[in-house]
């Protein structure tokens, strides 16, 4: 086996919200919940088990982190400019559809890309930018 992608990072400025998103329009599951001294780090991945997992993490977790910095990550992360993440399924229809269903920020509809994928874009509610490609 060669090297993989095991693990992902995006912030979430609402543990809860963002558990929902990931768990309910997205469909994956939950594989980890910690918290700790008020923080809190969810775990998410494909269902089963198999995958990249995706951590959401707090924003201003790391102690080196200047007030600075902080302001600036917050206005990035509310611009939907600081962090985003490529995803793809088997059905961007029903994907997306899900993603509508549960009122997600959309972005852009599923749309046939001139550099030859269809993908649709969706923010997170953390402003990250999820884009879906529909797999072949």
Same mark, same amino acid.
């Given at each position: ?6 693990t ?7 543990? @809860?919200?963002s558990? $929902?998103?990931y768990?309910? $329009?997205?469909?994956? *599951?939950v594989? &980890? ?7 809190r !780090?969810?775990?998410?991945?494909? $269902?089963?088990g198999e995958?990249t #997992?995706?951590?959401l993490?707090?924003? @201003?977790?790391?102690?080196?982190? +200047?007030? @600075? ?5 917050? *206005? ?7 962090? #985003? ?8 229809d ?5 993603? =509508?269903?549960? @009122?997600? /920020?959309?972005?852009? *509809?599923p +749309?046939?890309q /001139? !550099?030859?994928?269809?993908d649709? $874009? ?5 402003? &990250?930018?999820?884009?879906? =490609? =529909?797999?072949?």
């Open positions: 086996m060669g090297t993989i992608v095991h992902a990072y995006l912030p979430q400025t609402d543990p @809860d919200a558990l $929902a998103f768990r309910d $329009a997205i469909g994956f *599951e594989r &980890n919940d910690v918290g700790y001294e008020g923080m !780090w969810i775990t998410v991945g494909p $269902a089963g995958g #997992s995706i951590v993490h707090p924003p @201003d977790a790391d102690p080196n982190v +200047t007030e @600075d910095e902080r302001r600036t990550i917050a *206005e990035m992360m509310a611009k939907g400019t600081f962090a #985003s993440i490529n995803l793809a399924t088997d059905d961007l029903a994907a997306f559809a899900r993603l =509508q269903e549960r @009122d997600a /920020d959309i972005v852009q *509809e +749309t046939d /001139d !550099w030859g994928v269809r649709c $874009a969706v923010r997170d509610p953390a402003g &990250n930018m999820i884009r879906i =490609q =529909q797999l072949d």
